[in-house]
């Protein structure tokens, strides 16, 4: 059964700082990753989607990697902003048969401090 | 296009009565899925869709919640009767495949007393 694990849970840092926010999964045959973000009393906006043949995926400020083999994503948030406090989820799709569900991490809250 | 709609935002109701909660996928996709996310569990998946089909229920909980797809455009997750640990936040998403990612709706936040 795949499990997702998202390190730290939660994160403070000042503004301006550079952060990175870590997702690790148990089984590596997956077919693509997804970071979210979730703002308080709201729904998930998808940020990047990592096809399991990519390695990274960038958005302006953002950027993801993926490292399949070891398990392990990371989302890189270069000069961090208040605004970009809230819940950062990652997600992976398996790559196995027909299931399509995505598994979920408890998810990394930040806090971007003015 | 408006994304995934979903009705209502908020519900409240008292234990016992009936719940239904409804789902809009953006059109062209495939593939509708239902989740439920609390503080406890984060997000769970209860069900989802392929083609208006049922392919995966083994996330509901129990037999008090059922989920139907009668069209492309329309699915609805119904909860009878209601329990004070329905609460939680439901949402609706869906993909036009695997190789894309998901779209998810607002999410109803459902209350039950």
């Known amino acids: 059964k795949q499990e997702v694990t998202q390190i730290p849970a939660a994160l403070s840092v000042p503004e301006g700082e550079n952060l990175v926010l870590n997702c690790s999964f148990t089984?590596?045959?997956?077919?693509?990753l997804q970071w979210f973000r979730q703002d308080p009393g709201k729904g998930l906006t998808s940020l990047l989607l990592?096809?399991?043949?990519?390695r990274e995926q960038t958005s302006g400020r953002l950027n993801a990697s993926l490292d399949k083999s070891s398990g392990r994503s990371t989302l890189y948030i270069a000069a961090s902003q208040p605004g970009d406090s809230a819940t950062y989820l990652c997600?992976?799709?398996?790559?196995?048969?027909?299931?399509?569900?995505?598994?979920f991490g408890k998810g990394t809250l930040l806090t971007v401090n003015p | 296009d408006a994304g995934v709609i979903q009705s209502p935002r908020h519900e409240v109701t008292e234990m016992g009565q009936e719940v239904t909660l409804r789902c809009k996928p953006i059109?062209?996709?495939?593939?509708l899925f239902w989740y439920r996310q609390t503080m406890m569990r984060g997000l769970e998946l209860l069900i989802y869709?392929?083609?208006?089909?049922?392919?995966?229920d083994s996330g509901m909980p129990e037999d008090r919640f059922s989920a139907k797809m009668p069209n492309a455009s329309f699915s609805t997750l119904k909860i009878q009767p209601s329990e004070p640990r329905d609460s939680a936040v439901y949402f609706c998403?869906?993909?036009?495949?695997?190789?894309?990612?998901?779209?998810f709706g607002s999410g109803t936040r459902l209350t039950v007393v």
């Open positions: 998403a869906s993909s036009p495949d695997r190789v894309y990612g998901y779209t």
């Open positions: 089984d590596s045959a997956i077919y693509n």
């Open positions: 990592i096809q399991s043949s990519q």
């Open positions: 997600a992976v799709r398996p790559g196995r048969g027909s299931n399509y569900k995505l598994t």
């Open positions: 059109s062209g996709h495939d593939y």
């Open positions: 869709f392929n083609n208006n089909v049922p392919i995966d």
